[in-house]
């Protein structure tokens, strides 16, 4: 060997083993550096490849693939379930325990107990304020409660389009750093820093999204979701919060334009786990159930203090009954079954007239069982209007207008009481006459509170054609399946068609229909994904009612949760609390001039104190559904649930943390760097460099020894 080819093998060796120490350095620099990947040299000899005499080194990231794709997995669940459970655990917060005097479920305990004290002095004044104040509270804690939980679903829906602008810059920093990568991997340059990076974004953005990556010829990677869905390349693709499909809560879906495409698609049924899909499943799923089912626990406890109130009296009688927008038509049929009873009552408490109105048989009459008018087969809601106004002879009248009935008495001097028949009470859709239609209401608004409509396929549609109903399916996690528009039709004229529409549209996913109390339910099919359906543009207004066909079926995660809202004792009875029905006249077969109302009676109260009791139907909300039993057990129902869900969200958490755990732990002892290890090398690397300058200084000497010899 020339003295110039052990120069040129020393030189190669200083080279190689300074560059290595370099390399061992920087491992060492980065032994507490989250995400640092190590970086290990390889000596070659270049005689070996072909080349001269010395060495080369390469250097490779210590990566493995497995452990790295195992924990990207494990990085996605932590992050949906740990916000998932930050979520549930601040929104049972809200709801708290029914046993706890703060929580909004104590607001009802502290109304029945004011009606309790009420029914034993009906007469004082006091009491019946305090009545009053104690529904003020409760209506206040519901409307309060409701809009704090929709709260949470704004704040998901700002976070979710903040994650999305996170998850855009990550991966175009994932794209450009292909770039470099591949120009490195050209000119022959150390790509190992890029690669590192690279590699550092890929574990943040799989805390955002479920992703896996595959490594690219020219190098780099190509990132996709789980499901193969192209994200970054050459390019990153752009996520977008979708403005176009908004729903009735404003909150747009997730698309994605991706690398060199033109127009976006869909990206929610692509994303199973990360922030991303956290907050979806959270938005349009959990905390939307949340809302739902408290929206009905909601209706249900107006429709049981309103149930009783309206079978009971204040005393004086009401001169007028105004009811609510039940959104009912007057070509409607009546559909009531049963007996109400109406009497017509003086301020002294005295009979002025007593009606027996008979809805099966369709005949009013009077206590003497003379027929004062028939509605006929099959009546409609004018039909029995008409028979009413003919019965009372004067004494009242009955008018039915933009969906709302008002009686009027005809004197300042007489009121108005109706009962239910204790022996077959009225009914129509678990209502009787009054609560029907909201004639004698001691909390609500002016629109139907309750799903349970009492129509069915057969009722007049009354929309004009040209209207429209935009609604989405969405999966059970609130992931969005299908959206559709209906528009009605001319030859659209009954309920049955407007279901028959529905499902036209949402064939393969479910199917919609009317229950034996007119509510519209949805039943997915068996294999299907889909959860529910839910409006989220209805541009309907049923006949002079004023109302939307979502209004009156309560279709739809807003209009089921807002039932909590906006809710507020009856101005009058706010104004006057001795307005309150607090008795409970016997008028069944009551004879003219039979006094059945005095002051002192306090059945009503009684009644309405024991209102949350009595067993009722509960229409599907949400995550419960469709049930029956009483106010007490829904809400024990509804605080067992949100419970469950935040305890399932935190075993979720606990579960998905202590998996990442451990395979960051076992990726670390791969990947990472381990300090002894290094100091050896180090110390290899320092011997074979000082070797090596060795080499060149036996080789200087023997040159000037040949030269000295010249």
Same mark, same amino acid.
């Given at each position: 060997m020339s003295?110039?080819?052990?120069?040129s093998s020393s030189l190669s060796a200083l080279q190689a083993n300074q560059a290595a120490l370099r390399a061992t350095s920087n491992n060492v620099a980065n032994v507490n550096t989250e995400g640092y990947t190590r970086v290990d040299a390889a000596f070659v000899s270049r005689s070996a490849t072909g080349g001269t005499s010395g060495v080369e080194v390469d250097f490779t990231r210590a990566v493995s693939t497995y452990l790295a794709a195992a924990e990207m997995r494990a990085a996605s669940n932590f992050s949906a379930a740990e916000i998932e459970a930050d979520f549930m655990d601040r929104a049972q917060g809200l709801l708290g325990d029914p046993s706890d005097g703060g929580s909004v479920f104590a607001a009802l305990d502290t109304v029945l107990d004011a009606f309790g004290v009420l029914s034993n002095d009906p007469s004082d004044v006091l009491r019946r304020a305090d009545v009053v104040a104690s529904l003020g509270a409760l209506t206040g804690q519901l409307d309060q409660t409701s809009r704090e939980i929709q709260a949470l679903r704004d704040e998901a829906d700002m976070r979710l389009k903040s994650s999305v602008e996170d998850a855009n810059s990550l991966m175009q920093g994932i794209a450009d750093l292909n770039e470099s990568i591949q120009r490195a991997r050209v000119s022959g340059s150390d790509s190992t820093e890029a690669e590192t990076q690279q590699s550092?974004?890929?574990?943040?953005? /799989?805390?955002?999204?479920? =992703?896996r990556t595959q490594e690219r010829s020219t190098g780099g990677v190509d990132v996709r979701t789980t499901d193969g869905f192209i994200l970054v390349n /050459?390019?990153?693709?752009? =996520?977008?919060v979708d403005t176009e499909t908004e729903n009735s809560e404003g909150y747009g879906g997730l698309q994605v334009l991706q690398p060199h495409a033109t127009s976006p698609i869909d990206l929610e049924s692509h994303i199973n786990s990360g922030e991303l899909a956290g907050l979806l499943k959270l938005r349009d799923g959990e905390l939307a159930d949340l809302a739902s089912s408290f929206g009905e626990y909601a209706a249900g406890v107006v429709d049981s203090l309103n149930a009783a109130h309206n079978d009971a009296s204040a005393v004086p009688a009401l001169n007028t009954m105004t009811g609510t927008n039940t959104g009912l038509l007057a070509t409607d049929a009546h559909g009531f079954t049963g007996t109400a009873h109406m009497a017509i009552v003086g301020t002294d408490g005295a009979i002025d007239a007593n009606l027996e109105i008979n809805f099966t048989t369709g005949l009013i009459t009077d206590p003497a069982g003379?027929?004062?008018?028939?509605m006929g087969a099959n009546a409609s809601i004018a039909d029995l209007r008409d028979a009413m106004n003919t019965a009372l002879g004067?004494?009242?009248?009955?008018?039915?207008?933009?969906?709302?009935?008002t009686i009027q008495s005809a004197s300042a001097d007489t009121g108005i009481v109706i009962r239910q028949d204790e022996a077959s009470p009225s009914d129509r859709a678990g209502k009787g006459f009054s609560h029907a239609f909201g004639l004698n209401n001691i909390i609500g608004r002016d629109a139907p509170i309750s799903s349970a409509t009492g129509l069915t396929t057969g009722s007049p549609l009354g929309l004009t054609a040209g209207e429209t109903?935009?609604?989405d399916i969405r999966d059970r996690d609130g992931a969005l399946l299908r959206q559709a528009e209906i528009t009605i039709q001319a030859s659209d004229t009954t309920i049955g068609d407007l279901v028959s529409s529905i499902n036209s549209e949402i064939a393969g996913f479910g199917t919609a229909s009317l229950d034996d109390n007119g509510q519209l339910v949805f039943s997915s099919n068996v294999g299907s994904k889909a959860g529910d359906f839910n409006v989220v543009r209805d541009t309907t207004q049923r006949g002079d009612t004023g109302l939307s066909i979502s209004q009156i079926f309560s279709l739809g995660v807003s209009v089921q949760s807002r039932r909590a809202q906006g809710l507020e004792v009856r101005e009058d009875?706010?104004?006057?609390?001795?307005k309150i029905a607090a008795a409970a006249p016997d008028i069944d077969g009551a004879a003219i001039g039979s006094v059945v109302l005095g002051p002192g009676d306090g059945r009503g109260a009684t009644a309405l104190e024991s209102s949350s009791s009595v067993f009722m139907s509960f229409g599907k909300a949400g995550g419960l559904s469709s049930q029956t039993g009483t106010i007490t057990n829904y809400a024990a129902r509804l605080a067992g649930y949100a419970g469950s869900r935040a305890s399932s969200a935190e075993n979720a958490v606990v579960a998905a943390e202590s998996l990442k755990n451990e395979v960051g732990m076992r990726r670390e002892s791969v990947e990472g760097v381990n300090l002894d290890e290094e100091l050896v090398k180090m110390t290899q690397y320092q011997q074979a460099y000082s070797a090596a300058s060795r080499m060149i200084q036996a080789a200087q000497e023997l040159y000037d020894t040949l030269l000295s010899m010249v």
């Open positions: 003295l110039s080819s052990i120069m550092r974004l890929l574990d943040q953005l /799989s805390s955002f999204i479920d =992703i /050459s390019q990153a693709a752009r =996520i977008s003379t027929t004062l008018a028939s004067g004494s009242a009248t009955v008018s039915f207008a933009e969906g709302r009935m109903m935009l609604f009875i706010a104004s006057d609390p001795q």
